[in-house]
């Protein structure tokens, strides 16, 4: 679609009330959001059923909604099996995230491993425009990002927040310094400490850029087994990867090198440097999807359209995608599917909702042919105007086609023209 006639059916939104946008500016001030999310949902309504998922669910926001309240919070939606929430003050919003915490994991005393309820929570606090029912602009999409980066039981906080708070009232300790995906800015986040055995990881499988303490790391070349065949120092100058004139061969078709592996300020990096599009890693962590981005899943590759207009456009006005989708005649966000040359399937998923499963047998979009996807193997859900991708537990895992240069979770694998890598420290 033509730029001109995208903006023109975003202005047919807003028109359905001339005054939306101009009143909005007038609700601007200081707020906290806070984004929990529940790990493992999916896996436990495929494990226990949907009767027992529902509950669990159920249990859990419940559970939120009463600690957010009593802290002076409030609940503004759920979004899938999370929640999105607001605090005017800045310590009750972390004492919030702190008792949800502790509550949690009194309950989950009394269950089975595999039935507990883990919950990540991400904090960020700035300037929002704030509706009786609703909260929109840059908080609301930085404190999503900054949620992506916690892992369960972890509540991690962004600078500017840590800055609002009283001094010694809560144990902070510095998780590192981010690139948060779409935004210009790197930040600082904190992990807030809330248990007596909890302890701050000493790496990240996020885009951390930089954390002090890791100063070499090593190559691992790995078998279908996992087994680690071969190992080389990362020096300083990197160690490439690939045919004949790479240092550490795995193409013996190819001459040119694919891949170049290096340490810059205490983060693993990878970058394409055969401009072939045959990178992949395979996802540990929560990922923030960017336009465009190539995925495998399965034996099948996906590319992601974004269009971020209409997406900023459904949450100003606070409407869903479908409800957008249908208006304007096509969907603000969607993946095609693609050939391995990539060229276009004629296939298109289109994310009609809040969030979107991917699997062979179990999913929004099932694909029950392919052998090598997982029953329930990945999901996409929004937040904001961002969208998430998860890997469920599949057996292969799910992967992103680096593009240039790319940040790498230590641990995490990266396959190059077919053949399996890790960095490890």
Not at 38 to 56: H, V
Not at 62 to 83: H, M, S, Y
Not at 158 to 179: I, N
Not at 254 to 276: C, P, T, W, Y
Request: proline share 3%.
């Amino acid at each position: 679609m033509r730029q001109n006639t995208l903006v023109t059916k975003i202005l047919e939104l807003s028109r359905q009330d001339p005054a939306v946008l101009q009143q909005l500016e007038r609700f601007r001030r200081a707020v906290t959001v806070m984004f929990t999310d529940i790990k493992g949902s999916t896996e436990y309504f495929e494990n226990f059923g949907d009767i027992a998922g529902l509950a669990m669910v159920h249990e859990c926001s419940d559970l939120l909604r009463t600690v957010i309240e009593q802290q002076g919070g409030r609940v503004i939606k759920t979004i899938g099996d999370g929640v999105m929430a607001l605090f005017d003050g800045c310590d009750e919003s972390v004492q919030s995230a702190v008792a949800i915490q502790r509550r949690l994991k009194e309950r989950n005393a009394l269950r089975k491993k595999e039935e507990e309820m883990l919950v990540r929570i991400g904090l960020h606090y700035g300037l929002g425009i704030v509706k009786s029912d609703d909260v929109f602009g840059d908080v609301v999409n930085t404190a999503s990002r900054v949620e992506s980066v916690a892992q369960p039981e972890q509540i991690i906080i962004s600078d500017s927040l840590k800055q609002q708070l009283s001094p010694s009232a809560f144990k902070v300790a510095l998780l590192g310094r981010f690139r948060l995906k779409g935004k210009s800015e790197d930040r600082d986040l904190y992990q807030v400490v809330w248990g007596e055995t909890e302890s701050v990881p000493l790496k990240s499988p996020y885009t951390m850029i930089s954390q002090a303490g890791i100063g070499s790391a090593k190559l691992q070349q790995l078998n279908r087994d996992g087994a680690v065949v071969s190992e080389n120092p990362i020096g300083k100058d990197g160690l490439t990867v690939g045919g004949a004139e790479a240092e550490a061969k795995s193409d013996e078709k190819s001459q040119r090198a694919e891949a170049r592996f290096s340490l810059e300020d205490g983060q693993a990096i990878v970058e394409d440097i055969g401009n072939k599009g045959r990178i992949f890693i395979r996802l540990i962590a929560t990922y923030t999807l960017e336009e465009a981005d190539i995925i495998a899943m399965g034996t099948r590759l996906f590319r992601f359209i974004c269009k971020p207009d209409l997406v900023e456009a459904a949450t100003t006005l606070g409407k869903t995608l479908s409800d957008v989708g249908k208006l304007v005649k096509e969907w603000p966000a969607e993946f095609v599917g693609i050939n391995p040359d990539g060229s276009d399937r004629h296939e298109t998923y289109p994310l009609q909702h809040e969030e979107i499963t991917f699997g062979r047998t179990n999913g929004t979009f099932t694909f029950n042919q392919d052998p090598v996807m997982s029953r329930s193997h990945a999901r996409v859900y929004r937040r904001g105007e961002n969208f998430f991708l998860e890997d469920l537990g599949s057996r292969n895992g799910t992967l992103v086609r680096v593009r240039g240069k790319a940040p790498l979770p230590f641990g995490a694998s990266v396959l190059v023209a077919g053949q399996v890598f890790r960095v490890m420290q």
